[in-house]
């Protein structure tokens, strides 16, 4: 068993209730929040949304098997375009939404608009080292808000009993989940008792509580263990060579357009990084590659 952080600021916790058999994950986000929300003007709905949705990222970390990325997608035809948060295994997190600034933003998932999709996908290293493994779930949007969403997709997938809780204010986001462990595991009405102190929970707390007081107030009685805690904070996985591939995506002709007047400059938006391309470097993305001279047969 681990004992827990004195600070768990940014950092995710994963649990037992071995006698409720019961397993769980909690995470706070503070500074990684604050960088994150710092990249834009957001509204105050958009952020709150934006931020439990980073917030749920990291959650799904600590939960299904991440050896590369996990991230979430959101996709609307209303006031909100896009939303997209990302966590690693490394513990790294980035997120990003893009809107309408005209129109008034989203109360909740019911205003998205026609045909909206919610998607988590996961990519791991391939054994081969070429390109990544790559796992998609598309989550119903039934429900008005994203934790009740995303309940319904773990009962659907992976046919567990599950509750979720995610939170989000200016300063903080924070997040538990619940899932009964497959099996018989734990007594008779260990889910339900479970369920019912998670009740209790109200967001303010669980957006106050540190990990270890929130374990000792609501599931004292079923002994909780701490079985590892990773901490997390902001960072960008954009590269010049990320970048470089997405040019190649376009297309010859709309990537030099792009460099039309000499140059480009290419800025990241999730953390403001710029790349700048003259002529002769695009026009080089789309050479063929050089032929390989032969090995000579004998040493000369």
């Not at 959650?59 to 896009?82: E, M, N, P, W, Y």
């Not at 773990?154 to 009993?161: A, N, T």
Request: net charge negative.
């Amino acid at each position: 068993m681990t004992e827990p952080h004195t600070d768990d600021r940014d950092t995710l916790t994963r649990f037992l209730l071995p006698h409720a058999g019961v397993r769980g994950v909690h995470v706070h986000l503070e500074e990684t929040w604050r960088q994150i929300r710092a990249r834009a003007d957001y509204p105050e709905r958009l952020a709150q949304l934006l931020g439990e949705t980073c917030v749920a990222a990291a959650l799904f970390t600590g939960h299904a098997k991440v050896d590369g990325r996990l991230s979430i997608q959101l996709r609307g035809h209303g006031a909100l375009r896009t939303l997209f948060a990302e966590c690693t295994a490394a513990g790294t997190l980035r997120g990003i939404a893009q809107f309408d600034e005209a129109a008034p933003p989203p109360q909740d998932l019911r205003d998205l608009g026609a045909d909206p999709i919610l998607a988590i996908t996961i990519e791991n290293p391939s054994l081969s080292g070429r390109d990544p493994q790559r796992y998609q779930g598309l989550v119903s949007l039934d429900a008005d808000h994203l934790a009740g969403a995303f309940e319904g997709y773990f009962r659907q997938s992976e046919q567990l009993p599950t509750r979720l809780l995610l939170a989000a204010d200016g300063e903080r986001v924070a997040g538990l989940m619940l899932q009964k462990l497959p099996g018989d595991e734990g007594d008779a009405d260990g889910w339900t008792r479970a369920g019912a102190l998670f009740d209790t929970l109200a967001p303010a707390e669980l957006l106050a509580w540190p990990a270890a007081t929130l374990l000792h107030r609501l599931f004292h009685e079923d002994a909780p263990e701490v079985l590892a805690q990773r901490r997390l904070r902001f960072a960008c996985s954009c590269s010049r060579e990320r970048v470089e591939a997405m040019l190649q995506s376009l297309g010859e002709v709309e990537a030099n357009a792009a460099v039309a007047d000499g140059h480009a400059e290419i800025r990241c938006e999730f953390c403001g990084q710029g790349y700048h391309f003259n002529a002769d470097e695009v026009v080089a993305l789309f050479a063929p590659p050089m032929p390989h001279a032969p090995a000579p047969e004998r040493l000369q």
